[in-house]
């Protein structure tokens, strides 16, 4: 029953979003155009619901030299391949705001798992543990707010795995409230990295 209506809550709150985020949208558009050569989006296959593919849309932050298909955090240098809006989009967390599109499509929930990359198989595999996969990625999610970049993949796993568990209104409404909080203090934000929560401590 949420379910159903949770998706039909999300593409409404999306449609309001791209109406009322149109002069942002018109903004950056023209400061990325302007800070580098290359297409505004950035289209990228990720993995959705029942491991399905779909390619997930972002304001690109990086040069078009960089490597396809390849985390940051395997990039043996991501700081130079960032561009000088694209820092400031992925500080700011608004690299992320075309995935409304994808909202509106049907890929992606408001509140889900982040959809992994096509080739992050053991994050895949730790998410099938948990029926992580099985349930719309999202805009943003529990692990978002409980560590992002920093969590290492069983923890990441897990806590996607706790939202499913008590996936709800409730839990819904939780994670945008701590996802704002998040962005402004820019919390778990780690350029290029994942899991190096559990690396600090060793």
Known sequence: MYVTAKKII???LALLGMIVLSPVFLILVAAIKLDSRGPVLFRQKRVGIHKTHFHILKFRTMRIDTPKD???HLLENPEQYITK???FLRKSSLDELPQIINILKGDMAIVGPRPALWNQFDLIEERDKYGANDVLPGLTGWAQVNGRDELPIPVKAKLDGEYVEKMGFAMDIRC???TVASVVRQDGVVEGGTGTLEEKKH
């Open 10 to 12: 999300d593409r409404i």
């Open 70 to 72: 390849m985390p940051t």
């Open 85 to 87: 809006v694209g820092r």
């Open 176 to 178: 945008l409230v701590r």
